[in-house]
């Protein structure tokens, strides 16, 4: 793994890991239902035991989400968010918590806006990297040079259809955490995490990984448990969205409480 | 390095594979398999067999003198696959594709449709095959072309209304690659243009090159010459990269793509990706797309759905910065004039798409005058769009239409 400059996404990880637990990073979309209850939600997020934040910017084609998130960030595209939007958000979350933000985007707003741009306007408004699930490492020249250049980190996707040398890859390219998806499938809560997931976090572990979160299909403390059982942290989505939809910012608040209890201590942790 | 050799993943600073890495074991998969059988005598001479006895190969080619009187009496020749089995050139690639899915032991087929051609045609394969279908369809689309989604049923086909985003071929595309990522062990995803992640646009082109090959070799013999220009209509460019790719190396050949400029490609409601778009990432590839100071996709239109996509595939992009293709506009009102011209002319009525490409061959025409011979893909009938020229031409009786 990278270690160019000092993650503090990795930091915050591995100190939660140190006091025998784990991460939870928790997903919210920029500007859904609104620009500020969505920095406000983001803050309830740290507010609640959220570790990291994944801020997510509305794109047109999210081929990646299923319908929760698809539908917020259409929402928020309806709206009238603008990418500017989400420099705005960073720094207003930001400058109300230590909680790290990383932002989750589609590739082509970052080659629209300028990469290098991008890059140093994430930096001025306190962002911490880049989460891309339509860019691999293979078509990531320009990303791979604009983080060294700023220290900004980049996590990159590793799946269950991977191949070693692809999983090595993303641990290799990755900074902050290798994003380790635990189905082959889109985002969305599920009933049962796939025990795939569990292959995939010691695979990367073999491949050298010491910082590897879990993402896909985790909604409730106990999934949460059940993934810090054997990966650094544990990426909730969906079920964030779904309590701001239906009931605000106290909701969020509610379930980000109750998903930060998976991380601690408990007689069922395995 | 002849232009024809461009194997990808890059044409240019286009192509690549922008995708979730989920899809990336698939997308490997699906390269190993098609690197092999292009060269595999056995599979080349099964799709051979299938292109004789069931799509209907060689299309012919149709000189059309009468049309020719309004593209300054220049030579104008068809190639007609609008003849083909399922009524047009998708069927190329989709009887191509399902072949390697059956040697990839898949059982399961999806694909994404916008006018239905390209649904009807994956619908078709699957039944030939015995394979299980699913095909996604803007749900705008499945209420403008409710006979295909007939007949993608009652060739055994799901077809699945997309209500999300646009809900037009676009997201049709987004959750066919959703299901993909979610079933890769069972399903192809049996993409319908030259778009999409390596190596779908040079394996959709390759199975389409069939076009060109063929229409090369009949205009010489018509003509005893190579045509001065080949014209196609250009959405996503599969039937305009079926047909010049037999002719990138002929440097006296001109090569013209028509992309739909719907009201027109001044106004907003267009799909001329190519003439008002720029270099961006969507559906797996960079190329040229439709898209605002952000980045988002920009909602196309034309009157053709089979061309209302704010893509175009890699290679088009870069044929066109390059030079050695031109792509022009066409609005909606030149190609239904060039729909009702070669009905009455020539007794053929062809696609709404087709018909971009006729009327592109109509300025054409008029331009190079009549010592020119030009080579135009009717790549498709226009039966399945008498509703929409029913209404553009008020042809429907008013009591029959109540």
Same mark, same amino acid.
């Given at each position: 793994?990278?270690?160019?400059?000092?993650?503090?996404?990795?930091?915050?990880?591995?100190?939660?890991?140190?006091?025998?637990?784990?991460?939870?990073?928790?997903?919210?979309?920029?500007?859904?239902?609104?620009?500020?209850?969505?920095?406000?939600?983001?803050?309830?997020?740290?507010?609640?035991?959220?570790?990291?934040?994944?801020?997510?910017?509305?794109?047109?084609?999210?081929?990646?989400?299923?319908?929760?998130?698809?539908?917020?960030?259409?929402?928020?595209?309806?709206?009238?968010?603008?990418?500017?939007?989400?420099?705005?958000?960073?720094?207003?979350?930001?400058?109300?918590?230590?909680?790290?933000?990383?932002?989750?985007?589609?590739?082509?707003?970052?080659?629209?806006?300028?990469?290098?741009?991008?890059?140093?306007?994430?930096?001025?408004?306190?962002?911490?990297?880049?989460?891309?699930?339509?860019?691999?490492?293979?078509?990531?020249?320009?990303?791979?040079?604009?983080?060294?250049?700023?220290?900004?980190?980049?996590?990159?996707?590793?799946?269950?259809?991977?191949?070693?040398?692809?999983?090595?890859?993303?641990?290799?390219?990755?900074?902050?955490?290798?994003?380790?998806?635990?189905?082959?499938?889109?985002?969305?809560?599920?009933?049962?995490?796939?025990?795939?997931?569990?292959?995939?976090?010691?695979?990367?572990?073999?491949?050298?990984?010491?910082?590897?979160?879990?993402?896909?299909?985790?909604?409730?403390?106990?999934?949460?448990?059940?993934?810090?059982?054997?990966?650094?942290?544990?990426?909730?989505?969906?079920?964030?969205?779904?309590?701001?939809?239906?009931?605000?910012?106290?909701?969020?608040?509610?379930?980000?409480?109750?998903?930060?209890?998976?991380?601690?201590?408990?007689?069922?942790?395995? | 390095?002849?232009?024809?050799?461009?194997?990808?993943?890059?044409?240019?600073?286009?192509?690549?594979?922008?995708?979730?890495?989920?899809?990336?074991?698939?997308?490997?998969?699906?390269?190993?398999?098609?690197?092999?059988?292009?060269?595999?005598?056995?599979?080349?001479?099964?799709?051979?067999?299938?292109?004789?006895?069931?799509?209907?190969?060689?299309?012919?080619?149709?000189?059309?003198?009468?049309?020719?009187?309004?593209?300054?009496?220049?030579?104008?020749?068809?190639?007609?696959?609008?003849?083909?089995?399922?009524?047009?050139?998708?069927?190329?690639?989709?009887?191509?594709?399902?072949?390697?899915?059956?040697?990839?032991?898949?059982?399961?087929?999806?694909?994404?449709?916008?006018?239905?051609?390209?649904?009807?045609?994956?619908?078709?394969?699957?039944?030939?095959?015995?394979?299980?279908?699913?095909?996604?369809?803007?749900?705008?689309?499945?209420?403008?072309?409710?006979?295909?989604?007939?007949?993608?049923?009652?060739?055994?086909?799901?077809?699945?209304?997309?209500?999300?985003?646009?809900?037009?071929?676009?997201?049709?595309?987004?959750?066919?690659?959703?299901?993909?990522?979610?079933?890769?062990?069972?399903?192809?995803?049996?993409?319908?243009?030259?778009?999409?992640?390596?190596?779908?646009?040079?394996?959709?082109?390759?199975?389409?090159?069939?076009?060109?090959?063929?229409?090369?070799?009949?205009?010489?013999?018509?003509?005893?010459?190579?045509?001065?220009?080949?014209?196609?209509?250009? =959405?996503?460019?599969?039937?305009?990269? &079926?047909?010049? @790719? *037999?002719? $990138?190396? +002929?440097?006296?050949? !001109?090569? #013209?793509?028509?992309?739909?400029?719907?009201?027109?490609?001044?106004?907003?409601?267009?799909?001329?990706?190519?003439?008002?778009?720029?270099?961006?990432?969507?559906?797996?590839?960079?190329?040229?797309?439709?898209?605002?100071?952000?980045?988002?996709?920009?909602?196309?239109?034309?009157?053709?759905? =089979?061309?209302?996509?704010?893509?175009? &595939?890699?290679? @088009? *992009?870069? $044929?066109? +910065?390059?030079?050695? !293709?031109? #792509?022009?506009?066409?609005?909606?009102?030149?190609?239904?004039?060039?729909?009702?011209?070669?009905?009455?002319?020539?007794?053929?009525?062809?696609?709404?798409?087709?018909?971009?490409?006729?009327?592109?061959?109509?300025?054409?025409?008029?331009?190079?005058?009549?010592?020119?011979?030009?080579?135009?893909?009717?790549?498709?009938?226009?039966?399945?769009?008498?509703?929409?020229?029913?209404?553009?031409?008020?042809?429907?009786?008013?009591?029959?239409?109540?």
């Amino acid at each position: 793994m990278s270690t160019v400059g000092t993650s503090t996404v990795e930091t915050v990880i591995a100190e939660r890991k140190a006091a025998g637990s784990g991460a939870l990073v928790g997903y919210l979309p920029v500007g859904f239902p609104d620009f500020q209850t969505s920095v406000d939600a983001a803050v309830a997020l740290a507010e609640n035991g959220v570790d990291v934040i994944e801020l997510g910017l509305p794109y047109s084609d999210p081929v990646m989400d299923g319908t929760v998130i698809q539908k917020a960030t259409q929402a928020a595209l309806a709206g009238g968010f603008k990418l500017a939007h989400g420099f705005d958000a960073v720094a207003a979350i930001t400058a109300r918590t230590d909680v790290p933000v990383l932002v989750m985007t589609y590739w082509n707003p970052v080659l629209q806006y300028g990469v290098d741009r991008f890059s140093d306007d994430l930096v001025a408004a306190g962002g911490a990297g880049l989460i891309t699930p339509d860019l691999v490492a293979d078509e990531a020249g320009l990303w791979l040079a604009a983080s060294e250049r700023t220290g900004l980190d980049r996590v990159f996707l590793a799946a269950p259809s991977s191949t070693d040398a692809r999983l090595a890859q993303a641990v290799e390219m990755s900074r902050g955490f290798v994003y380790a998806v635990s189905t082959m499938g889109i985002t969305g809560a599920r009933s049962d995490v796939d025990t795939a997931a569990r292959t995939l976090v010691a695979r990367l572990r073999a491949a050298g990984a010491t910082s590897t979160c879990v993402g896909l299909g985790i909604s409730t403390a106990d999934q949460v448990r059940e993934v810090l059982g054997y990966a650094d942290g544990a990426i909730v989505g969906s079920a964030l969205v779904t309590a701001l939809a239906d009931g605000g910012v106290e909701a969020v608040a509610r379930t980000a409480a109750a998903l930060a209890a998976g991380t601690r201590l408990t007689s069922s942790s395995t | 390095m002849a232009l024809r050799d461009e194997l990808g993943p890059y044409f240019g600073e286009y192509g690549g594979r922008y995708v979730p890495e989920s899809l990336i074991a698939a997308l490997d998969e699906l390269d190993s398999a098609y690197q092999l059988a292009r060269t595999d005598t056995a599979f080349q001479s099964e799709l051979a067999q299938l292109h004789a006895t069931y799509t209907g190969r060689p299309s012919i080619i149709t000189e059309v003198p009468r049309f020719a009187q309004h593209a300054g009496n220049a030579r104008v020749i068809l190639k007609r696959e609008d003849l083909n089995h399922t009524g047009s050139h998708k069927i190329n690639n989709v009887l191509g594709q399902a072949l390697l899915a059956k040697r990839l032991g898949k059982r399961r087929l999806i694909a994404e449709t916008g006018a239905g051609q390209h649904g009807v045609a994956t619908a078709t394969a699957a039944a030939l095959f015995g394979m299980e279908c699913v095909v996604y369809m803007g749900e705008v689309d499945t209420e403008r072309q409710a006979l295909n989604v007939a007949r993608m049923r009652l060739l055994g086909a799901t077809v699945i209304p997309v209500t999300t985003g646009s809900r037009t071929l676009k997201d049709a595309i987004n959750d066919a690659l959703r299901d993909w990522v979610a079933n890769v062990d069972s399903t192809h995803y049996l993409l319908g243009t030259v778009a999409g992640p390596h190596p779908f646009p040079v394996m959709v082109r390759d199975f389409h090159k069939i076009i060109g090959e063929e229409a090369r070799a009949q205009v010489l013999e018509l003509t005893g010459r190579l045509p001065d220009a080949v014209t196609a209509c250009v =959405g996503g460019g599969s039937n305009a990269m &079926g047909i010049f @790719h *037999a002719f $990138l190396d +002929d440097p006296d050949v !001109a090569l #013209y793509g028509y992309e739909a400029a719907g009201e027109g490609h001044l106004t907003e409601r267009h799909a001329a990706t190519i003439t008002r778009g720029r270099p961006g990432v969507l559906h797996g590839a960079r190329s040229y797309m439709l898209q605002d100071d952000d980045g988002q996709t920009i909602e196309s239109h034309s009157i053709s759905a =089979g061309l209302d996509y704010p893509g175009v &595939g890699p290679e @088009h *992009a870069w $044929l066109n +910065d390059i030079g050695r !293709a031109s #792509y022009l506009p066409i609005t909606d009102d030149e190609a239904m004039e060039a729909l009702r011209l070669l009905s009455r002319t020539e007794g053929i009525i062809p696609a709404i798409e087709s018909a971009h490409a006729l009327a592109g061959t109509m300025k054409l025409g008029r331009e190079l005058g009549p010592d020119a011979t030009i080579l135009v893909n009717l790549s498709g009938r226009g039966d399945k769009d008498m509703e929409t020229a029913g209404t553009y031409f008020e042809l429907f009786d008013k009591k029959a239409s109540e």
